[in-house]
């Protein structure tokens, strides 16, 4: 697991959509654009690397994510090509889009998740909804590179290390500088890290 390796291979955005926050991620996996669609709306396969999930996976269905509680409606379902989903958790709705697109012998896939201006915004910025989604890349791309430590029970496990501590540090890190990009005052931008770490780590 080349964690340095991992952060390097994506890249991040932050732009405003009217009052909308739209976080963005692009990855390069060495896979086909349905082998990748595949391991983000199979079930059984998302439940390896994401988290199990119930209910209508087709359009217009609705899902729900077992552990988090996550759920909401299949807006856009194009096999290979995109999905689009609202994505409720807690009382905060929000969107989600990721595209498939073939690069070669690869495929890109981008996530944009769209997200209403609110308290948690206000607090914690772009970084709390990209490190999370940062997590979810890493274990995407450990599953599909067939690497033995690729399940939730090890990222779980994960996550508790000094190694995980120090990819939600560098994560942050890496989407302070995109919300800085973005406009935001750099004081503004260190902020919403250093809250992010500290929720991440348990030490706030």
Do not use: K
Not at 91 to 106: E, L, M, N, Q, R
């Amino acid at each position: 697991m080349n964690l340095a390796q991992q952060i390097n291979a994506v890249t991040r955005r932050v732009a405003q959509d009217g009052t909308d926050h739209v976080v963005t991620l692009e990855q390069t996996l060495r896979t086909t654009p349905y082998d990748a669609w595949d391991a983000c709306t199979n079930p059984e396969r998302l439940g390896r690397w994401f988290e199990p999930v119930e209910g209508d996976l087709g359009l217009g269905g609705r899902y729900r994510l077992t552990e988090s509680g996550t759920h909401g409606t299949i807006e856009v379902c194009d096999s290979p090509r995109a999905f689009r989903i609202t994505w409720t958790h807690g009382d905060d709705t929000s969107t989600v889009d990721v595209t498939f697109v073939a690069d070669g012998t690869d495929t890109t896939i981008q996530l944009r998740h769209t997200i209403p201006h609110n308290d948690h915004w206000e607090t914690y910025g772009p970084a709390a909804t990209g490190v999370g989604w940062d997590g979810s890349l890493l274990a995407l791309s450990l599953m599909l590179s067939g690497d033995p430590g690729s399940g939730r029970a090890e990222m779980t496990s994960f996550d508790d290390t000094e190694a995980g501590r120090a990819f939600v540090a560098d994560t942050a890190a890496a989407w302070q500088q995109a919300h800085i990009a973005s406009g935001v005052a750099p004081d503004q931008a260190r902020a919403s890290s250093e809250r992010t770490v500290a929720f991440y780590t348990s030490e706030s």
